[in-house]
């Protein structure tokens, strides 16, 4: 370990903070693809450095400009928790917060880096349900443990004992996992975590760290004689699906939601700010067999919506698939000849766009019906029930039908926080005679795949707004809906969904239309009812 004070910034603020975030992804992104061929566990799903690098960019690309250290970190960690995916990135996003905690001043030196190192590591291991020895976990508690022994020689000694600690804990991985050990490999986020580190290094010193580098390069792993048994270590290896969603709840709830969810399945990892008295947000990961019931729980817990379910087998290949094959999901097969039928419930307030989903073959409901359409589709023999809503409103009156649903015995689950036209998208997809749960992965991934923005008539003009943002002021409706399109086509579409609301006209929609023909040739438009009670439009992008 480092014993003298090295050369080097020794200050760490928020310019040193926005260089170090993007080396970070700099180096990740380019050694991407081997990191990934790491990942083993919890399940062989090849994308701990490609979940690790997009919470790192949605953290800090784009991030608001002149920001000193204290906000800008307070907003990273805000927008890591919205956007982290999969197990190491939402691990990630919570050492962000945990840094955020703790670090409260613009100008942070060796001290408080190692006091912001050992909260972002406590803060990511209390957010996991069964914390495990081998993992990003164990070296994240070696790298903090070094560097308060080496805070005394300044920043840049304890950023580089940390950085060289982590190296050494993940090159020791392999005798804490038996997952690893056989695989031949090193834990794929303690190596991708080592690289952020030395990146650190490499902003502070100019000098380049090349212990996790030489790791990757080597994947060499240590010879062991005998390998402890890591509790529920193949669990994962049982679960086909990985859900994830935000809920807006409690510390409370959050936590008795880990619990539930530690029932159902494993790689239960919430992440939060757990002292928030207040409703908060949360990011919830695990992986189940039974999606419905990890979605019921967060819904009988709080506002759940970004709902995102994968399939483990559509992204593993053949062996994972043989795999899963071989550990079923709890409730028995149906042979094929009596194929079960979904029936899939659209809840909305809008009159117009109940007859064109009524019309698709859709059962709809109001608020004030949704109970009734949800028996009737019980009493007329379906196997499962979705009920999709698409307003507060609904979604209260639709939780309340389904809580009864479910104390009478029946498989039914309700997504909330859907947008109309992402209500449009799930129907399209939706498949009766489909199995259940792939039907429910099926319409969410419909769901989180159709960007969705809006056009609002305000005081000083029009404005067009993605994710609740404000994006242009326009002083036409026509340039403000051209500037959404755009904004939505831009990051790759061939659909585009007009839903025109109060106050829209024929001549709004005939100019977006003519627009997206010339500048977008390959998108198709289409325009559906959508209701009075809705902004000036609604655009979906799929």
Request: aromatic fraction near 4%; include cysteine; charged fraction near 20%.
């Amino acid at each position: 370990m480092v014993e003298i004070p090295e050369t080097g910034r020794q200050v760490l603020d928020a310019d040193i903070m926005r260089e170090w975030a993007a080396r970070g992804i700099d180096t990740l992104t380019r050694h991407r693809r081997g990191v990934d061929e790491l990942n083993v566990f919890p399940v062989a799903d090849s994308d701990t450095a490609t979940n690790m690098v997009a919470t790192l960019q949605a953290a800090f690309q784009g991030a608001t400009p002149g920001l000193g250290l204290e906000a800008l970190l307070d907003e990273a960690a805000g927008r890591a928790l919205l956007s982290a995916r999969g197990n190491s990135g939402v691990i990630l996003a919570q050492m962000l917060r945990g840094l955020a905690d703790v670090w409260n001043s613009d100008e942070i030196d060796a001290k408080g880096f190692a006091i912001g190192l050992r909260s972002a590591t406590d803060a990511a291991t209390a957010a996991v349900a069964v914390p495990t020895a081998g993992t990003i976990l164990t070296v994240a508690e070696s790298a903090a443990s070094a560097a308060v022994k080496a805070a005394p020689f300044g920043l840049v000694s304890a950023a580089r004992a940390s950085a060289e600690a982590a190296a050494e804990a993940v090159a020791a991985t392999p005798g804490q996992l038996p997952a690893l050990a056989r695989a031949g490999v090193v834990d794929a986020g303690g190596l991708a975590l080592t690289v952020i580190l030395e990146a650190l290094v490499e902003t502070l010193t100019g000098s380049v760290s090349t212990g996790a580098l030489d790791l990757l390069e080597r994947h060499r792993v240590r010879t062991v004689s005998e390998v402890e048994e890591v509790p529920r270590e193949t669990g994962s290896d049982v679960y086909g699906y990985e859900v994830q969603y935000l809920l807006e709840a409690n510390a409370a709830a959050a936590a008795d939601l880990r619990h539930s969810l530690t029932a159902l399945g494993d790689s239960v990892v919430i992440i939060g700010s757990r002292a928030a008295k207040d409703v908060t947000t949360f990011n919830v990961h695990v992986h189940v067999n039974d999606i419905g019931a990890a979605i019921e729980a967060g819904i009988e817990r709080g506002r759940v919506h970004r709902i995102s379910v994968t399939r483990f087998d559509d992204t593993l290949g053949t062996h994972a698939s043989a795999r899963m094959h071989a550990a079923p999901a709890r409730r028995p097969a149906v042979p094929e000849a009596e194929a079960p039928i979904g029936e899939l419930v659209v809840v909305t307030e809008a009159d117009p766009l109940r007859e064109f989903l009524a019309g698709e073959g859709c059962r709809t409901a109001s608020p004030a019906t949704v109970g009734t359409e949800l028996a009737a589709a019980l009493a007329d023999g379906a196997a499962s029930v979705v009920v999709l809503s698409d307003t507060a409103a609904a979604a209260r009156t639709a939780h309340r039908a389904v809580e009864s649903a479910h104390r009478d015995g029946h498989q039914v689950i309700a997504l909330f926080g859907v947008t109309r036209v992402q209500a449009v998208a799930a129907v399209a997809v939706h498949d009766p005679e489909r199995q259940f749960d792939d039907d429910v992965s099926a319409m969410t991934e419909a769901i989180k795949a159709c960007r969705t923005g809006e056009v609002h008539a305000i005081p000083s003009g029009f404005s067009s707004v993605i994710h609740e943002r404000t994006q242009s002021v326009f002083g036409e409706p026509a340039d403000a809906a051209r500037d959404l399109a755009d904004r939505l086509c831009a990051d790759g579409a061939e659909l585009l969904t007009v839903l025109p609301g109060a106050g829209s006209n024929a001549a709004i929609v005939t100019a977006l239309s003519d627009h997206v023909r010339e500048a977008w040739p390959l998108v198709e438009i289409q325009q559906l009812p959508a209701g009075d009670d809705v902004p000036l439009l609604l655009l979906g992008a799929e």
